[in-house]
């Protein structure tokens, strides 16, 4: 192979609203620079992920190389990055971005500018990247490419006279797209001669290679037997491998120099060695000083995730490991319950985050989860003046050795046309938000900005705010600090005795409500017993609502003959099976879709 | 010689009652027809299984076999005779729809050999039959009664459902005392049970069916009531006078081998339950041949065999006897079942008495959970 020359090098990465079409756009890049055949293709060739592709959002940031021959003759590596468009998954973005010495903006040419287009530009410009916008889906009806175009001007305040206008679905334009980053994306910088500077940016698991890294070499050069040092785990390994992505595989190769983008394989099986962020170096010969990494992401809301069946602790544990890996936002920490046993209290970004670790534990590591309420962080002043930061409500100390509790707020921005303006603001009061203004983007939509109670959106807000502006409002976040309130803890009892699992941190005023339908809730779902089961809410010792499953009478098939037998036999095999996969709490047989029901009290 | 009990399917009525979900439907003279022929040869093709067989009872059901003409009844029972070794004693029974039979019919079918007749009246009053959707009313019921012992039938059963909408307690009662007073050897009383497709099912939330408090109020006062007039509960939903339990039944619960002929039946030959087809055109084309109406083939191993047992046998109200476990099995119950008898004793849905295993009134209510326990 030969020398890689740094000037023919562009690393830049895709931003955008969800939907706005950044996959497809990376899917007809591959296509064109012929990394795979037509035949090869298939829809959003980059989300690989079965997850990714069912709901058509980016969930992993994800790289491909591919080379290009431009107009001016030459031929070119581009290093692509498709980031998650998400505001939860803003730290997979900001690691992509500090790969890269570009950004492409899309922009969808009928939708315009939306909640993420901002919040992931602001990103880019954290990281001084250049921004180059693309107006995609010209070919809709609806499209308004040069409304969209003063859009970004006014709103962004960047140029947007030139930027390529693009049907990414039909492939209309999109070579004027590469020859946008060859021609304005700077070609990295970085002394392939210097010590070894590269960033971590991402690594995954193989049950072969061990932990497969994603970097960017910054300065010096990589190849097989450099032995790596990592500045902040201090883990020294000898490199096996290195190469390059291709759409879907890697491809290994002789040396990442410089300014490039690869995998490195070292037979490394710690996965907690290789941290994201953290920098590599040759332990021969070190950089003077680490790379200043990434913002640490917190957690901002937390629940308990237990393994259904208490033996697959293990696997739980295993794959909570390998998933943060490749997240370091994922947070967590081994916990006990009463009524589910061992598992976890995990930390999430935010409720979609949660979502998304949740399905993927289930489909990639085959595990049956319950999880319960999910819950943010409060802060708790007790009497003798020290404060707690309180992740698990069952932690929350005695009321009468608490001062007074904080809860987190954010400022919400909401943007939505201005038909359903009236309903998102009432949603916004039911949720004790504050309003603080409210300003017209263009004549049919408007930002609400609002102080929110983050727990309060973490109860399906954002479905909730769907179903009321049909689809039609976004909405981003973003943490403002603590703010004082009157907090309780609701603790939900099963035949007198308390369900940890259930139990939560309610605002005071919502109480009984939360209360009340609560146990609606469990005696609906509960089912009859041998015996009389009260449901009860109560804070502190004082019961606010009470509902009671009566003890089963009937449980019987009247008739049983000869032709029936067979189809009765089966009857009670599926009654045996659903015993089954009740969690047992003292006496009383709870059914495991209990605890994700109560989750979704809101409905309706 | 061992020893099997026939059961033969006639899947005719004239219509379908709203909720009911076994095989049958309406059909015309040309298909019954037909179908006579094709049990006859079903009844000839499968005699050579069974040549070391002895038949104790035989039951026609339906479906509304009384529908057939006499020489219908009386041409499979001499079908059944020619083929299979019919004991001198069996008990052959022939379920009668009332408002489907004449004196002449009864007499003829007593005449064929059919010593005992289940009645399907199912109420008393006439406008919960029309919700039922029953093709007959009270007074038709009487008539029917009436001839069948005028045909000289000293052995007759009476079916009545329980927890139909509008019913309460008290007109419940009412009803049951007025066919208690009739004093037929058998009455099985069902609770009515809501099946999916039926218009009963569908409907559930428009028609005022008894909560399940009263429904079960109806059960118990049925036992006690039908115990005033001298009938044993022999098992969940069947009562008689002693002596005339139904013995093709208790084959059933007690794990007896029997042979199911026609469309739809379902057969425990040895090891093996299987089932015919349900499709008429097939039945009709293959029934000769056994092998081509037969599907749903189970093979029961030791432990399905010892489940069934248990779950069977705890239908009937004398449960199981330990000692004949261990005599089937050569294995004491205990060993096998000791944990699950222990729990439900403990909640007082079990009773253990004299080397016998079986439910309590509470345990006869909530037998799926006891009975679900004791499968692999």
């Known amino acids: 192979m030969a020398e890689i020359d740094q000037s023919k090098i562009r690393n830049f990465c895709i931003i955008a609203h969800i939907d706005h079409g950044k996959s497809t756009l990376a899917d007809r890049i591959i296509e064109m620079t012929g990394l795979l055949t037509q035949r090869e293709m298939q829809d959003q060739v980059l989300d690989n992920m079965d997850l990714e592709r069912e709901r058509g959002i980016t969930i992993k940031a994800q790289v491909v190389r591919t080379v290009y021959k431009a107009k001016d003759g030459e031929e070119y590596i581009l290093n692509m990055i498709d980031t998650p468009g998400h505001v939860d998954f803003h730290y997979e973005v900001s690691r992509s971005l500090a790969a890269c010495d570009g950004s492409l903006l899309v922009v969808d040419a009928a939708q315009g500018i939306e909640a993420q287009t901002l919040s992931n530009v602001y990103l880019a410009l954290e990281h001084d990247l250049d921004v180059l916008p693309i107006i995609n889906k010209i070919d809709l009806p609806s499209a308004k490419p040069k409304q969209v175009i003063s859009e970004i001007e006014d709103v962004i305040g960047i140029e947007a006279k030139e930027a390529p206008q693009i049907s990414a679905k039909t492939g209309q334009n999109v070579d004027s797209v590469l020859e946008e980053v060859v021609q304005k994306i700077p070609a990295p910088a970085g002394d392939p001669g210097a010590p070894l500077k590269a960033l971590i940016f991402g690594s995954v698991y193989d049950s072969y290679k061990g932990v497969i890294i994603s970097a960017r070499i910054m300065e010096g050069t990589v190849k097989r037997g450099t032995k790596i040092y990592m500045m902040a785990t201090k883990a020294v390994e000898e490199v096996v491998e290195v190469g390059y992505f291709g759409a879907g595989k890697m491809i290994p190769c002789e040396e990442l120099p410089a300014g490039m983008v690869g995998y490195i394989t070292a037979s490394i099986k710690n996965v907690s060695d290789t941290r994201v962020g953290d920098t590599i170096t040759d332990n021969c010969r070190p950089c003077a000083e680490a790379l200043p990494g990434y913002k640490k992401m917190n957690p901002m809301v937390y629940c308990g995730i237990y393994p259904s069946d208490g033996a697959k602790y293990g696997v739980l544990r295993d794959a909570l490991e390998k998933l943060q890996l490749n997240d370091a936002s994922l947070f967590y920490e081994p916990e006990t319950s009463m009524a589910l046993g061992f598992g976890y209290r995990c930390g999430f970004l935010g409720f979609l985050h949660l979502e998304i670790i949740q399905e993927r534990l289930k489909r990639e590591y085959n595990l049956d989860l319950i999880t319960t309420a999910p819950s943010v962080i409060y802060k708790v002043y007790r009497i003798d003046g020290s404060c707690i930061e309180l992740t698990n409500p069952s932690n929350l100390p005695h009321p009468s050795e608490i001062e007074y509790m904080e809860e987190p707020l954010v400022k919400a921005k909401i943007i939505v046309t201005t038909d359903f303006v009236g309903p998102i603001m009432q949603l916004c009061e039911e949720r004790r938000g504050q309003y603080q203004s409210m300003e017209y983007i263009e004549q049919t939509r408007a930002v609400l900005h609002y102080y929110l109670p983050l727990n309060e959106i973490i109860y399906d807000f954002f479905g909730a705010l769907q179903s009321r502006s049909r689809g039609y409002a976004s909405f981003d976040y973003e943490m403002m600090g603590y703010e004082r309130s009157d907090l309780v803890k609701l603790n939900i009892l099963v035949n007198r005795e308390e369900v940890d699992a259930l139990s939560f941190i309610v605002y005071k005023g919502s109480a009984y409500e939360r209360g009340k339908k609560m146990c609606a809730k469990l005696k609906e779902e509960i089912p009859r017993q041998l015996f009389e089961i009260p449901i009860q809410a109560a804070i502190g010792s004082k019961i606010i609502a009470r509902e009671t499953v009566k003890a089963m009478r009937k449980d019987v098939l009247a008739k049983c003959y000869g032709g029936d037998i067979s189809r009765k036999k089966k009857l009670l095999e599926k009654q045996k099976k659903g015993k089954k996969r009740m969690s047992r709490i003292g006496n009383v047989e709870i059914p495991q879709k209990v605890f994700m029901s109560a989750l979704k009290l809101d409905e309706k | ?376």
């Open chain 2, 1 to 376: 010689m061992k020893e099997m009990k026939l059961y033969v399917h006639i899947p005719f009525c004239v219509r379908k009652c709203n909720y009911c979900d076994f095989l049958s439907f309406v059909a015309d003279k040309e298909i019954q027809e037909r179908y006579l022929k094709a049990l006859e040869a079903e009844i000839v093709g499968g005699s050579k299984a069974f040549m070391d067989y002895e038949v104790s009872t035989v039951f026609i059901g339906g479906g509304t076999p009384s529908l057939l003409e006499a020489d219908g009844i009386e041409g499979i029972l001499k079908r059944l005779k020619q083929n299979y070794f019919i004991r001198e004693e069996a008990e052959i029974s022939v379920e009668v729809n009332p408002g489907t039979v004449s004196e002449e019919k009864l007499k003829r079918y007593r005449e064929s050999g059919v010593n005992r007749i289940s009645f399907g009246c199912q109420s008393t009053l006439n406008e919960e039959l029309k919700s039922l959707g029953r093709i007959h009313t009270f007074e038709e019921f009487m008539e029917s009664w009436e001839f069948a012992r005028e045909a000289g039938f000293k052995n007759i059963n009476v079916d009545l459902i329980s927890g139909l909408p509008g019913q309460d307690v008290n007109s419940w009662e009412r009803s049951l005392r007025e066919i208690a007073s009739l004093s037929p050897e058998h009455i099985s009383v069902y609770s009515l049970i809501l099946e999916e497709g039926t218009p009963f099912y569908e409907n559930q939330e428009k028609l005022n069916f008894p909560d399940e408090d009263s429904e079960r109020m109806m059960y118990e006062s049925t036992h006690d009531i039908l115990a005033v007039y001298g009938y044993w509960q022999y098992e969940i939903s069947n009562y008689s006078k002693t002596g005339y339990e139904c013995r093709h039944n208790l084959g059933y619960w007690t794990g007896a081998e029997y042979w199911g002929i026609g469309l739809g039946s379902s057969s425990l030959i040895g090891n093996i339950r299987f089932r015919n087809t349900s499709d008429m055109k097939c039945y009709l084309e293959n029934s000769y041949h056994p092998d081509l109406i037969q599907e749903e083939t189970e093979r029961l191993n030791k432990m399905d065999h010892q489940a069934e047992f248990m779950i069977f046998g705890l239908r009937l109200t004398e449960g199981v006897a330990e000692r004949e476990f261990e005599k089937k099995f050569g294995i004491p119950l205990r060993q096998v079942y000791g944990k699950q008898i222990e729990k439900y004793w403990k909640a007082g849905l079990l009773k253990q008495e004299r080397g016998r295993i079986f439910l309590t009134r509470r345990g006869l209510s909530l037998s799926n959970m006891v009975m679900s326990e004791f499968l692999p």
